[in-house]
């Protein structure tokens, strides 16, 4: 494999624990460790008035498209490497660049014109919160889809996204990548006991996006309905108040547990679980469903993400839709037929031994040989 030096910028900060920012360093450690230079920078490093809480989209892409041409103009790369649909400026204006040496690619942790497309046909806004979007958010699709045809190549996460934008006509099938996450060494072919007690799990932050309202509606007729059930909610941080969201005789049958920095404090929560939940209206992946899965925790999931494809009641229980009362419909019958729920754990915890870090760095690694390489002899 030839050596590459790629110019890799991100729209998101690499904090491991995050889902972006675990796959952002992963990617880059594994690409480092082949003897590929990788100078990897996040938004404290171009974007302006970062002080501001308004128009954070716009003062990204301004600050991501001067940035790039002064690294540009003092190195030479041979990727330019984009997470975030704020390069879609960038993306534009070195698309123009004659007999260009250097490869254009969007590594997308997420295609930001699918999320807004399923939020407003579930939640009725593009918010994350589900609220309607203020005077002066704009649909930004439009220029946001820049970021994905005026590129060489995309790279998603999981099948969900890469089918979307070979619908959209982004790029044709040979240059949109699947190159889905790996897990930790820690988090393969670990030794589990599949017997469990009736605990029921979900992970992540407590916004409309994530499935909450289906949450709140159906597990609270669950933990009435099954006065042996639990609920373990991980993730949601310190502000998080069960008693806002569940009624108050199921409550001492609800464990908060605000935020876990360690993988390993993660993994024997997850031990403990035995259904795990993820209604989420849209995920890119969904990191937190495959580290479920390897953990022996039988999963109930929308359609969306590294979910969408696993296979319905054989790997997991696939909602029909991110709504009440299908997420109550799935984890009930879990909770009533052990050998359903035994048989999903298993197959899940075996779909999910494949997730490696050097499979994934295998297939981004020859991916960009051979995007670069056809760059190159066409020009």
Not at 27 to 39: A, T, V
Not at 54 to 59: E, Q, S, W
Not at 289 to 297: D, K, Y
Request: glycine share 6%.
């Amino acid at each position: 494999m030839t050596q590459m030096k790629i110019l890799s910028i991100s729209n998101c900060s690499q904090v491991e624990s995050q889902g972006s920012g675990y796959a952002i360093l992963n990617f880059s450690h594994g690409l480092r460790n082949r003897g590929h230079e990788i100078d990897l920078f996040a938004p404290n490093a171009f974007e302006p008035f970062s002080f501001l809480r308004k128009a954070k989209r716009y003062r990204q892409a301004l600050g991501m498209l001067f940035f790039t041409l002064c690294k540009l103009n003092t190195q030479h790369y041979d990727i330019v490497e984009f997470y975030g649909a704020e390069s879609w400026l960038t993306a534009s204006i070195l698309r123009r660049i004659q007999n260009r040496k250097f490869l254009l690619v969007s590594h997308s942790n997420g295609l930001e014109t699918h999320c807004r497309g399923v939020l407003v046909q579930f939640l009725g806004a593009a918010s994350l919160n589900g609220l309607p979007p203020k005077w002066y958010q704009f649909n930004q699709n439009i220029l946001l889809e820049k970021a994905f045809t005026q590129v060489d190549g995309i790279v998603t996460v999981s099948e969900y996204d890469r089918s979307y934008a070979l619908k959209q006509n982004y790029q044709d099938k040979l240059h949109v990548a699947l190159v889905e996450y790996g897990l930790i060494d820690s988090f393969l072919n670990i030794n589990v006991d599949f017997h469990r007690k009736p605990i029921v799990g979900y992970c992540g932050s407590w916004v409309a996006r994530k499935g909450i309202k289906s949450i709140q509606t159906d597990l609270s007729q669950l933990l009435t309905d099954f006065p042996d059930c639990l609920f373990k909610i991980i993730g949601v941080d310190l502000s998080f108040d069960k008693e806002k969201w569940f009624p108050p005789e199921i409550i001492s049958r609800i464990e908060v547990i605000p935020f876990v920095e360690s993988k390993n404090d993660l993994k024997t929560i997850y031990q403990s679980i035995s259904i795990f939940i993820v209604p989420s209206v849209y995920e890119s992946f969904g990191l937190v469903t495959a580290e479920a899965m390897a953990c022996g925790c039988a999963v109930v999931a929308n359609k969306t993400g590294f979910a969408a494809n696993l296979k319905h009641r054989q790997e997991a229980l696939i909602l029909d839709e991110p709504v009440s009362p299908f997420l109550y419909e799935s984890v009930k019958e879990l909770l009533l037929n052990e050998s359903l729920r035994l048989q999903i754990a298993k197959a899940g915890y075996q779909r999910v031994q494949s997730l490696r870090w050097d499979l994934a760095v295998d297939r981004l690694e020859q991916t960009y040989q051979k995007w670069l390489q056809e760059l190159r002899q066409v020009q």
